[in-house]
């Protein structure tokens, strides 16, 4: 019985295909639908859709890695987060500098690095949990951390937080011209 109606699906799923109409209200919108209510809907023919396969998955990795002193290591994921700044933050206008924390789980195990990056820019490579960027320029920036074990490999990279700093503009008045007397 299940065969039958896997057989019945199978033969009349292509019937079950609605054709698509073009028509044009009194206002002039155009609207596609597939009950036309007029004489003057047009057919139109769709495009078959475009599929792309997925490529082949990946290899589990088969052996333990090893750190540059020949010892095994667990493979370890880190979890990073930016506590401070918190992310769309602006920093005001007397703020110079800006401090960057984080939050990772587990704890930075020897040999492996957190690397902090600003629109992309490498800022420090450090096993420290918070740095300070001296004098950050004007705009909108992106913080990214990155754990990354001693061959530069990634372990774990935080979300991105974007932070807005201002900074004043300094306009230079027009000279003032002598008055003739």
């Given at each position: 019985?299940?065969l039958?109606?896997?057989?019945?699906?199978?033969?009349?799923?292509?019937?079950?295909?609605?054709?698509?109409?073009?028509?044009?209200?009194?206002?002039?919108?155009?609207?596609?639908?597939?009950?036309?209510?007029?004489?003057?809907?047009?057919?139109?023919?769709?495009?078959?859709?475009?599929?792309?396969?997925?490529?082949?998955?990946?290899?589990?990795?088969?052996?333990?890695?090893?750190?540059?002193?020949?010892?095994?290591?667990?493979?370890?994921d880190?979890?990073?987060?930016?506590?401070?700044?918190?992310?769309?933050?602006t920093?005001?206008?007397g703020?110079?500098?800006?401090?960057?924390?984080?939050?990772?789980?587990?704890?930075?195990?020897?040999?492996?690095l957190?690397?902090?990056?600003?629109?992309?820019?490498?800022?420090?490579?450090?096993?420290?949990?918070?740095?300070?960027?001296?004098?950050?320029?004007?705009?909108?920036?992106?913080?990214?951390?990155?754990?990354i074990?001693?061959?530069?490999?990634?372990?774990?990279?935080s979300?991105?937080?974007?932070?807005n700093?201002i900074?004043?503009?300094?306009?230079?008045?027009?000279?003032?011209?002598?008055?003739?007397?």
């Open positions: 019985m299940r039958f109606v896997v057989l019945l699906c199978v033969l009349v799923a292509p019937w079950t295909l609605a054709d698509v109409y073009k028509t044009v209200d009194k206002d002039g919108r155009v609207i596609y639908t597939d009950k036309p209510k007029s004489d003057k809907a047009e057919k139109i023919e769709l495009r078959e859709i475009n599929t792309v396969p997925s490529p082949p998955s990946l290899p589990l990795p088969q052996s333990v890695p090893v750190d540059t002193m020949g010892v095994q290591q667990a493979a370890v880190y979890r990073i987060g930016i506590i401070s700044p918190r992310s769309d933050v920093i005001p206008v703020q110079r500098d800006l401090a960057i924390a984080i939050n990772i789980e587990p704890a930075l195990q020897p040999g492996h957190l690397v902090y990056f600003m629109n992309g820019e490498l800022l420090e490579e450090t096993t420290a949990n918070n740095i300070i960027v001296k004098d950050v320029p004007r705009g909108t920036h992106t913080l990214v951390v990155e754990a074990n001693a061959d530069g490999r990634s372990l774990g990279t979300p991105p937080v974007l932070v700093v900074r004043p503009n300094i306009k230079n008045n027009a000279l003032s011209r002598p008055t003739p007397k």
